[in-house]
Structures are given as structure tokens and as C-alpha cells.
């Protein structure tokens, strides 16, 4: 048990993934469960909380997150691009991810869904909304987060902290064919004179 | 005129977003035009190259979006960070930002979107495919890019190549608050046995 898990206020939650990490997709149904890789998901909504994730229609995870109606999100911290590269070239429908690669996961308090704890970062419990003409034309499925936490060592009230003393933690960004970029170098923007 | 813009092939255009960058959407209807920062954006497709962006219905972009069905997507480097807080912060439905901030633009040769030449670092002119349930219920618009280019000291051969010697042009991802990391440390995922 990551004994640095805080709750993340629902306000914040779009926070989670304005950056564009990639993310894992869990989900789970009927004794079936699986993992994938995302890298295109993002907020459409502060309030209610809303995203937006794409789920090729012909996955696994497409498969049990329409039968479930839910799907976590698991923000992998850069110790993580090795396991994240892998769930991500390979399909859950004959093995077990979970098995395979050894991935310990417990179900959300509010939805069920896997909750991947070591080396991920931030979680988000999502409801899926039935959207058929944007799910199959765009393979886009949307959704409302009902719960969020993160690791209070890399996002605390509200905010990311990006250090040189938590890079394990940091986002990783995937540019293609397993290389990611680890999200760095913070920089606060100045108001620019009109 | 920069000299190390090169055309991006379509099919390697989903790359430029592909790690979710923050972005500056600009578009022109009837003799105005408008620039706004965006955190939300994603691919949906590699062919044809399409992606998905939130523009709030209430903003002015999404008045000449709609309008002109069209819109470019520039891409910031980090030496555009105060800009682009700058040009997500106000709205160009009085003042025309261009004008407010120097901004430098050239119509698209597909489109004929303006698109912001100094400190943008890739490029891509979009039509916008009308969904209007999506864009109603989550300010989201479907596009599809008709084309794409990228300064090659960044990005080239169809990948980026964020190094020590080229920070001033690596992606900004926005954290909230005008505070962006910045794409850096790029690592290679290793295959795990299984």
C-alpha cells in the first residue's frame, strides 16, 4: 500500500491529465480484466469532471468498458515507461496483462475498476457515457470522473510538483515506437505588457 | 521566413500531438482572425490523419471555426511559453491579438488559416468535420488535417528529437496557471520479457 495516495478534489481533477501524459486504461468485467497504453485521451470539462479517451473499437479494453460502463485511469510515472510501452503492443484478449507482467491491481472504491498501484501516480475512476456515434466514427469515448487521487509526493493541493529529486515520478509522454519524453523543466509563464 | 520548415508526410502527423503538447489554435472568417492557447487536444486517427479539440462554444475561435470550417493547430516551443499563456488568457473579440502582440502570420497554403511562423516549431491546417452533438455537449471538434510541416531542427525523418542542444524549441504541456513543463529527457522503452 502506497502509503503517499491522497484524494484528488474533483475540481482538480482535469489537472490530472491537462499535460497530456500517456496513461493505462484498466478495466474489468465478468472475471475478465485488462490493461492498455493511451496516449490520446484529454479533458472536454472541468465541471462535472470529463474526458475524453480513444479506445480502437476492435480492443479487448473497448470490449469490457462498453460491457462495464467503466474504465480507471493510471498515470505511469516515468519508472513505469518500460511496463507502459509493453501493455501497449500487446492485446489482453488470450493473456492476462495482469499476470503476465506481475501488475498488482485493486478495484476503485467508487467504480470497481483495476487500480494499478506500484509506479503509477495519479488514478482517475471513470463512468462511461454512451456516446455510439463518437465511439464508432472516432473510436472517442467519453466519460465523467466520479473519483480521483494522485501520489502526494508529485501532486499535492491541487498542483504537480516536478522536481530533480522525484523524476521517477515524473509523466511520461510517448513520441512513437516506445520513446517518451518525461514531462521537466518546469517554467512559470509572465504576463506579457499588452 | 524560417528555413528549416519542412512539409510533414500525413501519415506522420498524428506524432506532432501524439505526446500532448499545449497548442495554439488560430483561425480567420471575414476579415478577422483570433489565436487562443488549448491544453485539450488529441489524434483520433492516423488515416486520415484526424484529431479532436475543445474549443468552448463561447469563445470567438470557435465562432470563425465554425464559420470558415477550417482552423490551423501551431505548436509553441518553450520560447513561446509567455505568449501562449498570454493568448489562452484573453479574448481577440474586441482586440485583435496579432495586432496586440506582434504576432506575425501567414494564410495556409491548403486552407488559408494563419499560421504563426516565430517560435512555433510545427504546423497543421485542419478541417473541421461538423459534429454538432459533440461540439454542443463537449466543445469538442472533430477535424481532419490536410496538412502538416515542422521545423526539422526539432522535428524530422517523422520524429521528434528533443535534445540539450534545442530546449528553446521542445513542447510546452500546460500544468494550469500559466506554470508548463516541458518535454524533455527522452527515454527508450526497453521490450520486458514476459
Redesign the interface.
Known amino acids: 500500500m502506497n502509503p503517499h495516495v491522497r484524494p484528488v478534489a474533483l475540481e482538480h481533477a482535469s489537472?490530472l491529465v491537462?499535460?497530456?501524459?500517456?496513461v493505462l486504461v484498466t478495466s474489468a468485467h465478468g472475471g475478465r480484466r485488462n490493461v492498455m497504453a493511451a496516449?490520446?485521451?484529454?479533458?472536454?470539462?472541468f465541471t462535472p469532471p470529463?474526458i475524453?479517451v480513444?479506445i480502437d473499437k476492435h480492443t479487448f479494453t473497448r470490449e469490457l468498458v462498453v460491457a462495464s460502463g467503466a474504465f480507471g485511469i493510471c498515470i505511469p510515472g516515468?519508472a513505469l515507461?518500460?511496463?507502459?510501452?509493453?501493455v501497449g503492443s500487446e492485446s489482453g484478449r488470450v493473456t492476462d496483462k495482469f499476470d503476465?507482467?506481475g501488475i498488482v491491481a485493486t478495484p476503485g472504491r467508487a467504480l470497481g475498476v483495476p487500480l494499478i498501484e506500484s509506479g503509477c501516480i495519479a488514478w482517475l475512476e471513470c463512468r462511461l457515457i454512451r456516446?455510439p456515434?463518437?465511439e464508432d466514427?472516432?473510436?472517442?469515448c467519453?466519460a465523467e470522473v466520479v473519483a480521483a487521487a494522485a501520489d502526494e509526493r508529485i501532486f499535492a493541493n491541487?498542483?504537480?510538483s516536478?522536481r530533480d529529486d522525484n523524476?521517477a515520478l515524473?509523466?511520461?509522454?510517448?513520441?512513437?515506437a516506445?520513446?517518451?519524453?518525461?514531462?521537466?523543466?518546469?517554467?512559470?509563464?509572465?504576463?506579457?505588457k499588452?
Open positions: 489537472r491537462n499535460h497530456g501524459p500517456t496516449a490520446w485521451s484529454m479533458p472536454v470539462e470529463r475524453a480513444v516515468a515507461a518500460d511496463l507502459s510501452y509493453a503476465r507482467h456516446e456515434h463518437a466514427a472516432y473510436d472517442t467519453f491541487g498542483h504537480w516536478f523524476t515524473h509523466t511520461i509522454h510517448h513520441l512513437g516506445g520513446k517518451f519524453a518525461r514531462a521537466d523543466a518546469v517554467v512559470q509563464a509572465q504576463r506579457l499588452a
